[in-house]
């Protein structure tokens, strides 16, 4: 019998791309506009006279921020995958069901109202963000409920319409605003990564980490998913209750991910494409996978976005964008041409 | 023994005041092979999804082996009857392998991988169904008839006592369309399977079942509608299948003629070569 995924194989996958992702990070940590070295870093200070300098941009300044785009890249990508999964939508993304339009929404009325108050560290763009993002998604299944039998394509239609109407409502609140407050938005809109405290950095990650463990165990009814609806319940899946899951959890993880860093565009999209590509679309593998891959690649770009001009920072948004969309044709084109010689 | 499957004055549609079928008595004995033919929008996928409980009837009861369909669990229903659908590729590239599998997702283990029983039911499921060869290849790979078998496949693999089938030879040339009857006769054979074929194909039909169910359109709720007679005619293929019966049932003209041990059924229109021998030309 032909060989498929087994629990050793898989396992060892993981762990290659998991130390993949420990180099990355590291390499990553150690490009910047200020030029430092590990052994300079990890050299003890003199006399604990004066702290480190090079110890202290790495801890405090690079290597928050590089697990910040780590932790934000796993939850859009592993999102992705689930979105895909249970839409059986190829062309699905994180914020399809109307996440990006909600937290933009959230993060206006934060600005615009003018709330200076804090929760748990968080500024109120990342509160209102949240709550908007998660506020959006229970709106759209609910209306996506209602409409009953063909609930994929409700729960699509739900989701096209909720964001262009809370998109007309951020243009509107844009025109009345002053400039000060649109650019404050519109740059958050954008995606962007800022050092972030430890304390905030953990919670982000057991919350995604929670999130993407308990996503894997329906991984193998994702599969089934993928076959339709009334094939899957004919063989014994809940479909109902993994659909109620897998929408659940990755609404979550993407609303931590906003919350964190705004909307960072294309990862969730072209990170389980390409993964599928390269090893085929058993969500079992491809949600880990993707994970792990989407973390790589968020710290990559967020990296050039740090570096490429310098001592500006650019949005990694437009660095996902600008360099995700070529990589991702290149795959597309060469994977089909592979199809072509095997046949 | 009880019967396979058994529909008690089912009545069923969409919308309370049109039924699509209307007080239904069907009784299919363990190991029978059904033929389910009708024009379309009779009924029939509505019959197979009524069979599989995704439909509630509005009144009658439908057993599976005995019991109500609703009330098994999902799970439990998923090990008395298993279904094939039309020819339909998803969204991503699964293998021949993968999609078989599928079928034993409900059974594997907590890390969600199959154990070596799963393993075992697969390829044997694959041995049976002749798709050994080509279980490495992607779905969208294979030709529809190679399709189809995999999807009977999958079905095998979950191991039931009841196999639905819809419209399992509509796109397949006709080497193939003889291939997936005989497969599904020696499943019947092999395995003792009770087998519903919803099919289009009455010739090739009668040459294989065992029984034939012909659905009418219902004819609705107008008054003295349900005093009329069924709309629906289950028996053996050569009492069911008859010129008068396929006239009838899908308002056509047909030609008949005796050809081995069944009497072949043409349907015939006005421009046929042959309209002449049922005097059709007269109309035109």
Redesign the interface.
């Known amino acids: 019998?032909?060989?498929?995924?087994?629990?050793r194989i898989l396992l060892l996958r993981i762990l290659a791309a998991a130390l993949l992702l420990g180099l990355v990070m590291t390499a990553c940590a150690l490009v910047g506009t200020e030029h430092i070295s590990l052994k300079a870093a990890l050299a003890p200070a003199d006399g604990a006279v004066a702290p480190n300098p090079d110890f202290e941009i790495l801890v405090h300044v690079r290597i928050p921020r590089i697990i910040l785009a780590a932790i934000v890249g796993a939850a859009l990508a592993g999102a992705g995958v689930t979105f895909q999964?249970v839409l059986?939508?190829?062309l699905a993304d994180p914020y399809i069901l109307g996440i990006s339009s909600g937290a933009g929404l959230g993060a206006m009325l934060a600005v615009i109202s003018g709330v200076t108050w804090t929760l748990w560290g968080r500024s109120p763009i990342a509160v209102f963000a949240f709550a908007g993002a998660l506020g959006t998604v229970w709106l759209v299944w609910m209306i996506g409920r209602v409409t009953g039998k063909f609930h994929v394509t409700g729960l699509l239609l739900a989701g096209v319409v909720v964001n262009a109407c809370f998109s007309a409502v951020i243009m509107f609140l844009t025109s009345i605003a002053r400039s000060q407050e649109v650019h404050a938005t519109i740059f958050w809109l954008m995606g962007n990564m800022t050092e972030e405290d430890f304390f905030v950095l953990w919670a982000g990650a057991g919350a995604v980490t929670a999130g993407l463990v308990a996503l894997?165990?329906i991984?193998?009814?994702l599969?089934?998913i993928?076959?339709?609806q009334?094939?899957a319940?004919?063989?014994?899946?809940?479909v109902k209750k993994t659909q109620l899951v897998a929408f659940a959890l990755s609404a979550f993880i993407t609303a931590v991910a906003v919350s964190l860093s705004g909307l960072i565009g294309f990862v969730g999209l072209i990170v389980p494409h390409a993964v599928?590509l390269l090893l085929?679309?058993?969500h079992?593998q491809l949600l880990p996978l993707s994970s792990l891959l989407g973390a790589m690649f968020l710290v990559l770009a967020d990296t050039i976005a740090r570096v490429a001009i310098a001592p500006a920072q650019l949005p990694v948004g437009v660095i996902t964008a600008m360099v995700g969309g070529p990589f991702f044709l290149v795959l597309l084109v060469r994977f089909n041409r592979k199809v072509y010689w095997l046949? | 023994m009880t019967a396979a499957i058994e529909l008690n004055d089912v009545t069923f549609g969409y919308r309370p005041t049109e039924p699509v079928l209307r007080q239904v008595n069907v009784t299919v004995e363990s190991g029978t092979f059904l033929a389910v033919a009708g024009p379309n929008g009779a009924g029939k996928s509505t019959l197979l999804?009524l069979l599989?409980g995704?439909h509630r009837p509005q009144s009658g009861t439908i057993s599976i082996e005995g019991a109500d369909v609703h009330s098994y669990h999902?799970?439990a229903?998923?090990?008395k009857?298993?279904?094939v659908?039309q020819e339909?590729v998803?969204?991503?590239?699964?293998?021949?392998?993968?999609?078989v599998?599928?079928?034993r997702?409900?059974y594997?283990g907590q890390?969600?991988?199959e154990s070596q029983n799963d393993?075992r039911i697969?390829?044997e499921a694959?041995d049976l169904t002749e798709t050994?060869r080509f279980?490495?290849r992607l779905l969208a790979?294979l030709s529809g008839g190679e399709r189809q078998r995999v999807f009977i496949a999958r079905a095998l693999a979950?191991e039931t006592p009841i196999l639905l089938l819809d419209e399992p030879t509509s796109f397949l040339d006709l080497k193939h369309q003889v291939g997936i009857y005989d497969l599904l006769r020696s499943i019947q054979r092999d395995k003792g399977t009770t087998i519903v074929a919803i099919t289009h194909d009455i010739n090739l039909a009668a040459q294989y079942c065992d029984l034939a169910l012909l659905l009418r359109p219902c004819p609705g709720n107008a008054p003295g509608a349900a005093g009329k007679s069924r709309h629906y005619h289950i028996a053996p293929p050569s009492e069911v299948f008859t010129p008068k019966g396929i006239e009838e049932a899908f308002g056509v003209r047909v030609f008949s003629a005796p050809v081995g041990a069944v009497s072949v059924i043409l349907p015939l229109g006005q421009m046929a070569r042959d309209a002449d021998r049922l005097g059709l030309h007269k109309d035109l």
């Open positions: 019998m032909h060989r498929i995924l087994s629990p999964a059986r939508n190829p894997y165990f991984s193998p009814q599969n089934v993928s076959f339709g009334a094939d319940q004919s063989m014994g899946i809940d599928r085929g679309p058993d079992r046949k | 999804n599989a995704l999902r799970q229903l998923a090990r009857l298993a279904i659908r339909f998803p969204a991503f590239g699964f293998s021949v392998t993968e999609t599998m599928m079928a997702t409900p594997f890390l969600g991988f393993r697969v390829a694959l050994t279980a490495s790979e979950q």
